[in-house]
């Protein structure tokens, strides 16, 4: 009965490991305002050779939000991408890929941000992969649309 | 008017008609001569060496055919038979143009125009299998130096040309019989004949001497006759020639072994690709590739294994300064010599000179065409390139050297105080246990399907 008891608190302990944390130091570039300004604070995160995204989240602009859990299995291939958004004036035209890289602005319907948006600030991380608690350190800039960093370029194999 | 003024006007017009007489047809040759592209070579992936040199010349021979431009190789050579025909042309022209010359009894300028076609051909034409051109300018600048008296030249000339074993000799009939008698005399003083052993420092180069195909090397060429002659490897991307002399009864050693600048840049810019260090990083090596061989544009192949583990032909088009202009590929079948591979090799090739229906494309089993970006990332990008691990957890300590459980088997224990008798080896035994069961239930324990995101902002 003893040996049995010893085996139920291993297991316990065994299954008290629970999913890595990847934290995220965001920072910003010189050029880029306080956080609070921006319309949203947007976080992908996209999974190699997955067409559904693993998160794609409005970020608390406080920084008061807990941590996200995103369909990443550990040791998968990941990028996380931040965007940054402002309010824009004037007609909107709908959310789109091409809209939003044309740096157009665009009609955010989620009932919690301003409606009109622009798509100015991002930063992303390279294609990476952890199976342990990791830090990423993101440096937040001006999209240049004739030099584009995010996301990262596509992967050929998604094979470790 | 004064006469003076109107003779200044007339000869400025007439300046002017012959600038414009000269200047618009060479403007118009040069717009539509056809382009010399280089070809830097294929990057084999995962393709056998053997099924990458027949894929590789499959596809030479597909580029070979365009009317928009000419093939070279990244030294310049011609990989395109179009190009020889060109030079062999012109060769042709300085021959009959020093033969006339000879028979004007203008010895000197006969000279001039029979050297130039001889180093024409010898620069550029040496691996045509047939040779009789240069036999004739041979032939015809020995003459030209009997006639003008430079009897050793002449006989010199002859040896030359007698090494190279041509088909026609003079005669009685063709030739004063003097001049027959120096080219017997000649053939007399010919020592015995020697051999070449000849290698390659890169595997699966076919070799021709003078003309002649012997096959691949290493390999021996016998039954050589004393002289000068043309050794020629061939590699499907290029082509290596160097000149050998034979001594009498002597056997040459030669090794051939590509070298040099065009050489460096077409390995580097191959490696970029094997690599997949990125299209910028393949700019200047196409750049420095097309400037050495005097082209336009430089074109690499590449196969690869897609995300699908299927294969894809590659190839991409560099432009004179170097940036990538278009890419694009074809699945492969891993048997080159099928009708489908042959098949998708045209099709892929009209993708990128004749349709060009989109820069970076993508053409599949059924010819359908998909312009596509993400083709330059299969081909020139992956992950080892740009993934970074972020695993961070240390790395596990070293073993200790002298720990207690490799005391414990490398000391045969004592007979009268047996390990069972000792407390510390059940501890040991317990705790191994115990690991043994905590290892067991975590990897045997589902890993988590998840990974925890936390945004720290500023």
Known sequence: MKVLRWFVVLGVLAGCGGPPTVAIDLRRSNDVPPLAGLARLRMIVRVCGQNELAAAQNLPLDGSGAPIEAGVTPGELFYVWLQGWEECTGPCVPDSADAMNQQACVCIEDGQTPLNQIFRYEACSMWAQSTEDALIPLTLAPVNPDARLCPPPPMTSCGS | ?458
């Open chain 2, 1 to 458: 008017m004064t006469i003076a003024s109107a003779a200044v006007r007339a000869g400025a017009i007439a300046w002017g008609v012959l600038a414009v007489v000269l200047t618009v047809p060479a403007a118009v040759y040069g717009k539509n001569k056809p382009r010399r592209y280089a070809w830097v070579g294929l990057e084999r992936g995962p393709l056998a060496p053997k099924a990458a040199r027949q894929l590789e010349t499959l596809l030479v021979d597909e580029l070979d055919g365009y009317d928009r431009f000419r093939l070279v190789d990244a030294s310049g050579h011609a990989l395109d038979k179009r190009l020889l025909a060109d030079d062999a042309a012109l060769v042709s022209k300085l021959k009959n143009q020093g033969v006339d010359l000879f028979l004007r009894f203008k010895h000197k300028s006969a000279l001039k125009k029979l050297d130039k076609a001889i180093s024409i051909f010898e620069s550029r034409l040496v691996t045509l299998e047939d040779y009789e051109l240069l036999h004739d300018a041979m032939l015809a600048k020995a003459e030209a130096q009997y006639q003008s008296g430079e009897h050793g030249a002449a006989k010199a000339t002859l040896k030359n040309l007698i090494a190279l074993g041509p088909k026609l000799a003079p005669t009685s009939r063709t030739h004063p019989a003097k001049f027959v008698r120096l080219w017997d005399a000649a053939k007399r003083e010919t020592g015995a004949v020697g051999r070449i052993e000849i290698e390659c420092a890169d595997p699966g180069c076919l070799i021709q001497v003078d003309g002649q195909r012997l096959g691949e090397a290493p390999l021996v060429a016998t039954r050589i006759l004393p002289g000068q002659h043309y050794v020629v490897a061939t590699w499907p991307h290029g082509v290596l020639k160097t000149t050998v002399r034979v001594a009498a009864g002597r056997a040459t050693q030669v090794r051939l072994e590509r070298t040099g600048p065009a050489e460096e840049a077409r390995r580097a810019m191959l490696e970029v690709v094997q690599r997949r260090r990125g299209a910028e990083a393949a700019e200047p090596f196409a750049s420095r590739v097309a400037s050495l061989a005097r082209g336009w544009t430089t074109l690499v192949g590449a196969v690869k294994k897609g995300t699908d583990d299927r294969l894809w032909l590659f190839i991409a088009r560099h432009g004179s300064g170097g940036p990538l202009k278009s890419v694009g590929r074809v699945p492969l079948d891993p048997v080159i010599d099928s009708e489908r591979v042959a098949r998708n090799v045209k099709r892929l090739c009209a993708g990128l000179f004749v349709d060009q229906r989109a820069d970076i494309f993508s053409i599949d089993d059924d010819g359908a065409f998909t312009a596509t970006p993400a083709v330059t990332e299969a081909m020139y990008a992956s992950r080892s390139a740009d993934a970074v691990d972020l695993d961070v957890s240390p790395p596990p300590p070293p073993p200790p050297g002298g720990s207690l459980v490799t005391g414990a088997v490398t000391e045969p224990p004592d007979d009268d105080d047996a390990l069972i008798g000792q407390w510390w080896f059940w501890a040991i035994v317990g705790a191994a246990a115990v690991g043994g069961v905590v290892a067991g239930v975590v990897l045997l324990s589902p890993d988590p399907a998840t990974t925890k995101f936390e945004v720290r902002l500023p």
